[in-house]
Nanobody, 125 residues
């Protein structure tokens, strides 16, 4: 098993930036493809970004609009989400998760597991 813990959330003004971290423990981190999801109040959890085990391939939801960057440090066993030009609509709890299965990429939540506890991001206007 792998355990994930998110951190780095907080309160920022619109247009500001945050870097979220997801620290992994347990099995070898570099074996896993990874993803970020978010859940706004009263809404379902939604895909944000995915990254392959090597970090060489990434994919983003359309609403990201080139504002976010997913990355990883396999030596430190940490997954990152750099968020710039934040909007009030980005307010949500952000979760990291492991992508299971042979294919590195999917937006389907049923193909992810080992969810972290989430970190709150609040963007004021």
């Amino acid at each position: 098993q792998v355990q994930l813990v998110e951190s780095g959330g907080g309160l920022v003004q619109a247009g500001g930036s945050l870097r979220l971290s997801c620290a992994a423990s347990g099995r070898t981190f570099s074996n896993y493809n990874m993803g970020w999801f978010r859940q706004a109040p009263g809404k379902e959890r939604k895909f944000v970004a995915a990254i392959s085990w090597s970090g060489g391939s990434t994919y983003y939801a359309d609403f990201v609009e080139d504002r976010f960057t997913i990355s990883r440090d396999n030596a430190q066993k940490v997954l990152y989400l750099q968020m710039n030009s934040l909007k009030p609509e980005d307010t949500a709890v952000y979760y990291c998760a492991v992508k299971y299965g042979a294919k590195w990429y999917s937006q389907d939540q049923t193909e992810f597991g080992s969810w972290g506890q989430g970190t709150q991001v609040t963007v004021s206007s």
